[in-house]
Structures are given as structure tokens and as C-alpha cells.
Nanobody, 126 residues
């Protein structure tokens, strides 16, 4: 059974930075795609970023382009989300997700992901 464990969340002032990590275990091979979603209070879960195993395809939500960077270490089955210039509207629980299925591109719908972490809270104070 695949397990995803996130870390790196916390409380940070606006303009600050964080790096979230997500380590996958229980795998015989690296997931085709690993990524991040987030859910703010009172809002639906939304796609943030994802990256394929080879790194040839990366997708970022428009709201985070230029501020968020996603990277992967396949040897460690770990995906990272580097967040810069944090804004209060980035406050949310950030979830790591992974899929073993192969897609034509980078899936951005939650239903396309097989495994989920429990989430890590990111709170940005103004």
C-alpha cells in the first residue's frame, strides 16, 4: 500500500518562503506523476502543481506560476514544493498526491490520483 507523508508546513509571514516535502513508501517503482493540491477553509480542493517521473512534463496552477516550483527526487520517491513570496491567500492544507497510472499529460484533477497524503498546514500571516 502506497503511503505519502508530507512535511514542511508551518506559519510564515507574507513574503516568506517554505519548502514542502512528500515522501512516498510502499512502492515497487516510482509513481508516474506526483503533485500537490491544496484546500483553503471553506473552499474546494484545487490543483497546485505536478510533475511526471521523467520531469519532462510539469504543470502549475496559474495562481502560483512564478512563485512555486515543483521538483522530484525519484531515487527517494520524494516530491518537493518550493514556495516563495507567500501570500495570505496561500493559506491552506497542502496535500501530496501520486498516481501510478500513465497519462498523456499531467493530470490536474484529483480523481486521477490514486494515493494521497494526510496534508500539511500552511498558514500565511499578513
Amino acid at each position: 500500500q502506497v503511503q505519502l507523508v508530507e512535511s514542511g508546513g508551518g506559519l510564515v509571514q507574507a513574503g516568506g518562503s517554505l519548502r514542502l516535502s512528500c515522501a512516498a513508501s510502499g512502492l515497487t517503482f516510482s509513481p508516474y506523476v506526483m503533485g500537490w493540491f491544496r484546500q483553503a477553509p471553506g473552499k474546494e480542493r484545487e490543483f497546485v502543481a505536478a510533475r511526471t517521473r521523467s520531469g519532462s512534463r510539469i504543470a502549475l496552477a496559474d495562481s502560483v506560476k512564478g512563485r512555486f516550483t515543483i521538483s522530484r527526487d525519484n531515487a527517494k520517491n520524494t516530491v518537493y514544493l518550493q514556495i516563495a513570496s507567500l501570500q495570505p491567500e496561500d493559506t491552506a492544507v497542502y496535500y501530496c498526491a501520486a498516481s501510478l497510472r500513465v497519462f498523456g499529460g499531467v493530470p490536474m484533477q484529483g480523481r486521477d490520483y490514486d494515493s494521497w497524503g494526510q496534508g500539511t498546514q500552511v498558514t500565511v500571516s499578513s
